[in-house]
């Protein structure tokens, strides 16, 4: 659910939230110089070249806001967004009427939240005008890297194409958008740590850092925000932060917090082994970006489809409004915003694949949602399911609803909604998918 482009603008709120000082600061004149240098540094980092030189810009507030309103233009709106997310326990506050709006305001909610941002389609990078200091220099250097990335693994392909296009899943989207973070992020922390130490990356306050920093979600951003040492520039983007939901924040900045502790122990095993998450096999879950290891073992998905919702005599006056793959990531979201956060990582964990649908009834407006998941072992679908059925209970404290889980060996099935009368029926659906 979130978008290719946009993406760009949250990597310096991470960073805002604490880090060491860096000796090398972002001055108006000569910004090719300055990239052209942290290109060359980076190279040697890598241990490549890039194809080509990097062009590097400024770029003033106007122009960030008109980057960004041309990614939104170009991000098709979801039809039904603020029902779809409301349904699957995503979001239990007010109806999302505008979900472009929401993220627009995010995304341009404070100078300093925008640092940088490259256009892969003029392999350009650019800087935020009035940007200085340790953040700065380390935005350049991140954004410089995608053009390597782009240079040499073509990320229009790799990444925005599929995206838009729907070859990705939703799951697969995000993974693949958190190998591109994580590496330009990992690349841009051993750049800034042999800039402030003259050492190699593997001086232990890399390893530190990847820690903290994969820690800062939506939570411990407000967490340190409201702290008095907080910078001023920050602490203003309290407000928005506050009203921005939590899935969609961390969604966000999942790529740039997650993706960099998974690229980090990927490269472990040398940069030939970061290259084949871009050609000889990408990431293809969230799962994987969270659990390094099922990359390494291949680890594949179960694939679910629906049959055609139109063509079954069950659904109809139902209308579809969101066909999706959750994800092990979003799974953790439900959980944490149905108040169930100190069981969200462990009943997630275990996840194997899973598909949902919601439809709405023309005549009156509910939502109905259909739900085959699918487990690594019964024992922990039979744990999933024990701690959704207390996430629904909390789901429709103030609104009963018909509800129905069925265990069934590694698989659990999950439908909410219609009335009593037929939710066996789409019980029975959902099993046969």
């Known amino acids: ?168 899943n939703s799951d697969e989207s995000q993974a693949r958008r958190a190998v591109v973070e994580g590496e330009a992020a990992y690349v841009a922390l051993l750049w800034k740590t042999q800039r402030s130490t003259a050492r190699t990356g593997s001086h232990p306050s890399v390893g530190r850092e990847i820690k903290r920093r994969s820690g800062i979600d939506r939570e411990a951003m407000l967490a340190s925000l409201v702290q008095p040492n907080a910078p001023e520039h920050a602490r203003s983007m309290l407000p928005i932060i506050e009203r921005t939901p939590a899935f969609m924040y961390d969604s966000l900045s999942m790529p740039y917090r997650n993706g960099l502790a998974f690229v980090a122990a990927v490269q472990q095993a040398g940069w030939a082994e970061v290259e084949k998450l871009y050609a000889e096999y990408p990431p293809e879950s969230t799962e994987q970006i969270l659990h390094p290891e099922k990359w390494f073992a291949r680890e594949k998905p179960v694939r679910v489809t629906w049959p055609a919702f139109d063509s079954d005599s069950l659904f109809e006056g139902w209308k579809l409004l969101g066909d999706h793959v959750l994800g092990e990531l979003m799974w953790r979201f439900v959980f944490n915003e149905q108040g169930l956060r100190t069981d969200a990582v462990k009943a997630a964990e275990g996840w194997s694949g899973d598909r949902y649908a919601v439809l709405e009834r023309t005549r009156d407006g509910e939502l109905l949602l259909l739900w085959h998941t699918t487990w690594d072992t019964e024992g922990e679908a039979a744990e999933f399911a024990d701690t959704y059925g207390r996430l629904l209970k909390a789901k429709y404290a103030s609104s009963a609803q018909p509800t129905r889980i069925k265990v069934q060996g590694n698989n659990v099935f999950i439908v909410e909604g219609s009335d009593e009368a037929s939710i066996d029926a789409y019980v029975g659906f959902v099993e046969r998918v």
């Open 1 to 168: 659910m979130t978008r290719p482009h946009l993406l760009r603008w949250i990597a310096t709120i991470v960073l805002i939230a604490g880090g060491a000082g860096l000796y090398f600061f972002i001055k108006k004149p000569g910004l090719q110089r300055q990239a052209n240098s942290i290109q060359e540094e980076v190279s040697k980092i890598r241990g490549k070249s890039f194809v080509s030189p990097v062009v590097a810009r400024y770029r003033d507030r106007e122009g960030n806001a008109a980057a960004i309103d041309a990614d939104l233009a170009r991000s098709p709106e979801v039809k039904d967004y603020g029902k779809i997310v409301r349904k699957l326990g995503l979001y239990n506050g007010p109806l999302i009427e505008d979900e472009h709006a929401l993220m627009r305001e995010l995304l341009l909610s404070s100078a300093e939240g925008r640092i940088g941002y490259y256009d892969h389609a003029t392999d350009t990078a650019f800087i935020e005008k009035d940007a200085r200091g340790a953040i700065a220099a380390e935005g350049l250097a991140h954004e410089i890297y995608h053009s390597f990335q782009n240079q040499h693994f073509n990320l229009t392909s790799y990444l925005v194409e599929k995206s838009l296009d729907g070859s990705l």
